[in-house]
């Protein structure tokens, strides 16, 4: 273990991370999501929820600052009545985080799917609210 690093990040999590560039994208994923199947990079955190896993990468991870949104969520297939309050604590934290408001941007379904997959890492997580799949697009350290 290190000193002010999240007992939530996993050794091979944080490998990954210092891996990524300026512009790689980190998915994390619900319950539901398929990542095994879709990355290239996959990391299990079953037993954490994605505000949990998403606060603890926020300490360490900067969100692209060069784009107008850094944060896709997956949006809700139209016609279903899926309330989404978990969005709110993603801006929060992000916003929290990034010191400033964070724009977010809607991915169709499958569109997300297919960013997924060409997503540096997911991170699978046992998060069972719907909808809950989330997309950082990583940033510059400047320090």
Same mark, same amino acid.
């Given at each position: 273990? %290190?000193?002010?690093?999240?007992?939530?990040?996993?050794? #091979?999590?944080?490998?990954? +991370? *210092?891996?990524?560039?300026? @512009? /790689?994208?980190?998915?994390?994923?619900?319950?539901?999501?398929?990542?095994?199947?879709?990355?290239?990079?996959?990391?299990?955190?079953?037993?954490?929820?994605?505000?949990?896993?998403?606060?603890?990468? %926020?300490?360490?991870?900067?969100?692209?600052?060069?784009? #107008?949104?850094?944060?896709? +969520? *997956?949006?809700?297939?139209? @016609? /279903?009545?899926?309330?989404?309050?978990?969005?709110?604590?993603?801006?929060?934290?992000?916003?929290?985080?990034?010191?400033?408001?964070?724009?977010?941007?809607?991915?169709?379904?499958?569109?997300?799917?297919?960013?997924?997959?060409?997503?540096?890492?997911?991170?699978?997580?046992?998060?069972?609210?719907?909808?809950?799949?989330?997309?950082?697009?990583?940033?510059?350290?400047?320090?």
């Amino acid at each position: 273990m %290190l000193k002010g690093i999240s007992k939530v990040i996993s050794p #091979e999590l944080i490998k990954i +991370l *210092m891996e990524m560039g300026h @512009g /790689d994208e980190l998915v994390i994923g619900d319950g539901n999501f398929p990542g095994a199947s879709h990355a290239r990079n996959l990391v299990r955190l079953d037993g954490h929820g994605v505000p949990e896993v998403l606060e603890a990468i %926020l300490r360490l991870y900067p969100l692209d600052p060069y784009v #107008e949104a850094p944060v896709a +969520l *997956m949006q809700v297939v139209p @016609g /279903d009545t899926v309330e989404t309050p978990i969005w709110d604590v993603y801006h929060e934290l992000c916003d929290k985080a990034e010191g400033k408001e964070v724009k977010f941007e809607h991915v169709e379904r499958f569109a997300f799917y297919e960013r997924a997959k060409k997503a540096y890492c997911v991170v699978m997580t046992g998060e069972s609210a719907l909808y809950a799949n989330i997309i950082l697009k990583k940033g510059v350290v400047v320090e």
